[in-house]
C-alpha cells in the first residue's frame, strides 16, 4: 500500500514525509531526524538540514571537473573527450575507437564502447536520450541533483592492472576525516562485488555478502592507496559527511565522483551492526 502511495503521488508528497514512508519500505522501521543513530539516518538528516547551493555543482559529472581541477590538479581528472546537451549532437565519428558515454545528472548511465566497430550506437543514443529526461532528485530526494543541467559526457576509456575494468575505490569520510574504503569491482562481469577495507587495508565485513566471502580472495591492496587518502581528506574538508570515489591506474589517482548520499540513505546491504558503527562516527550538530 505504502509503495503504491508513492508511486502515484511521489511529486506531490513532501520531502521529510517521502523520506519516512520511504526508509520504513527499506527498513521496516520508522526513520528518526529528531534523534538519528545509524549512517542510513543520519544521511536522511543530511538531505533535509545540510542544503548549501554549491552542492549542485558538487554533484554535476561536468561542473565538478573544474572544483577538482583547482583543489588537486586537472592531472588527476579523466581525460574529456566531450560534452554535449542531446545525444543527437554527439559526433561519433570524432571519438576515438574507445571511449565512456554517460550522463552528467545521475548515477547508472555509463555506456563503454571498446570497438566502434561493433558499438550500437542508436541503442547508445535512445538510452542517453532516456536518462536525459531523468531526475534523479524525485528517487530519493537527494535535493543537490534537482537542478543539475542534464548534459552528455564523454571521457577517456580506461583499465587499471585487471586490464578490463577500473575498480572504484570510495573512501567514507566523515566530518572531513578518511575512515574506511569500499571496493567496487568485478562489473565487467555484470556482478558487482563490493568489499570494505580500514585505511591499512584490513578487510571490514560491512557488508551482508560477506557471510560467504573468502579472505584469501579479496582485492589487493592498490599501489595508490596512500594518495587516495590524501586526496579523500582534502575534498571532503568542507562537509559533515561525503563519499569520494577515485580509481587507481598504475599508482596513478583518477577522480571519480564526490558523493554527498551514498545509496540515497537506503544501503540495506550493510549489515545492521555496522550501519549503527558507520553512524556513531559521523558527528551532526544534534548529537
Given at each position: 500500500?505504502?509503495?503504491?502511495?508513492?508511486?502515484?503521488?511521489?511529486?506531490?508528497?513532501?520531502?521529510?514525509?517521502?523520506?519516512r514512508?520511504t526508509?520504513?519500505?527499506?527498513?521496516?522501521?520508522?526513520?528518526?531526524?529528531?534523534?538519528p543513530k545509524?549512517?542510513?539516518?543520519?544521511?536522511?538528516?543530511?538531505?533535509?538540514?545540510?542544503r548549501?547551493?554549491e552542492?549542485?555543482k558538487?554533484?554535476d559529472?561536468y561542473?565538478v571537473?573544474?572544483?577538482i581541477?583547482d583543489?588537486?590538479?586537472d592531472?588527476?581528472?579523466i581525460?574529456?573527450?566531450?560534452?554535449?546537451?542531446?545525444?543527437?549532437?554527439?559526433?561519433?565519428?570524432?571519438l576515438p575507437?574507445?571511449?565512456v558515454?554517460?550522463?552528467?545528472?545521475?548515477?547508472k548511465?555509463?555506456i563503454?564502447?571498446r570497438?566502434?566497430?561493433?558499438?550500437?550506437?542508436?541503442?547508445?543514443?535512445?538510452q542517453?536520450?532516456r536518462?536525459?529526461?531523468t531526475?534523479?532528485?524525485?528517487f530519493?530526494r537527494?535535493?543537490?541533483?534537482?537542478?543539475?543541467k542534464?548534459?552528455?559526457?564523454?571521457e577517456k576509456?580506461?583499465?587499471?592492472?585487471?586490464?578490463?575494468?577500473?575498480?572504484d575505490?570510495?573512501?567514507?569520510?566523515?566530518n572531513g576525516k578518511?575512515?574506511?574504503?569500499?571496493?567496487?569491482?568485478?562489473?565487467?562481469?555484470g556482478?558487482?562485488?563490493f568489499k570494505?577495507?580500514?585505511?591499512?587495508?584490513?578487510?571490514?565485513?560491512?557488508?551482508?555478502?560477506?557471510?560467504?566471502?573468502?579472505?584469501?580472495?579479496?582485492?589487493?591492496r592498490?599501489?595508490?592507496?596512500?594518495?587516495?587518502?590524501?586526496?579523500?581528506g582534502?575534498?571532503?574538508q568542507?562537509?559533515?559527511?561525503?563519499?569520494?570515489?577515485?580509481?587507481?591506474?598504475n599508482?596513478h589517482?583518477?577522480?571519480?565522483?564526490?558523493?554527498?548520499?551514498?545509496?540515497?540513505g537506503?544501503?540495506?546491504?550493510?549489515?545492521?551492526?555496522?550501519?549503527?558503527?558507520l553512524?556513531?562516527k559521523?558527528?551532526?550538530?544534534?548529537?
Amino acid at each position: 500500500m505504502i509503495k503504491e502511495f508513492l508511486i502515484k503521488n511521489a511529486r506531490f508528497i513532501p520531502d521529510k514525509l517521502y523520506l519516512r514512508l520511504t526508509y520504513f519500505l527499506c527498513f521496516h522501521k520508522p526513520l528518526s531526524f529528531k534523534n538519528p543513530k545509524t549512517l542510513n539516518e543520519k544521511i536522511q538528516w543530511l538531505k533535509i538540514n545540510d542544503r548549501r547551493t554549491e552542492y549542485t555543482k558538487l554533484v554535476d559529472k561536468y561542473e565538478v571537473r573544474k572544483i577538482i581541477a583547482d583543489k588537486i590538479g586537472d592531472e588527476h581528472l579523466i581525460p574529456l573527450l566531450g560534452v554535449w546537451d542531446s545525444a543527437d549532437e554527439i559526433d561519433y565519428e570524432s571519438l576515438p575507437d574507445q571511449f565512456v558515454l554517460k550522463c552528467n545528472h545521475d548515477s547508472k548511465s555509463i555506456i563503454i564502447c571498446r570497438d566502434k566497430k561493433d558499438f550500437d550506437f542508436e541503442k547508445a543514443k535512445k538510452q542517453l536520450n532516456r536518462k536525459l529526461k531523468t531526475n534523479l532528485y524525485w528517487f530519493g530526494r537527494e535535493w543537490p541533483y534537482k537542478d543539475v543541467k542534464p548534459r552528455i559526457v564523454a571521457e577517456k576509456y580506461m583499465v587499471d592492472e585487471s586490464g578490463v575494468e577500473l575498480k572504484d575505490y570510495k573512501t567514507m569520510c566523515f566530518n572531513g576525516k578518511p575512515d574506511n574504503v569500499m571496493v567496487c569491482y568485478n562489473r565487467s562481469n555484470g556482478s558487482t562485488i563490493f568489499k570494505f577495507f580500514d585505511l591499512s587495508w584490513k578487510w571490514l565485513p560491512y557488508v551482508r555478502s560477506d557471510r560467504y566471502a573468502d579472505e584469501n580472495d579479496l582485492p589487493k591492496r592498490p599501489k595508490g592507496l596512500d594518495k587516495m587518502i590524501e586526496i579523500a581528506g582534502l575534498l571532503s574538508q568542507d562537509f559533515y559527511f561525503a563519499r569520494v570515489d577515485l580509481y587507481d591506474v598504475n599508482g596513478h589517482v583518477y577522480f571519480g565522483e564526490i558523493t554527498l548520499h551514498p545509496a540515497s540513505g537506503f544501503d540495506y546491504m550493510i549489515i545492521e551492526t555496522a550501519d549503527h558503527l558507520l553512524g556513531r562516527k559521523l558527528i551532526l550538530p544534534v548529537d
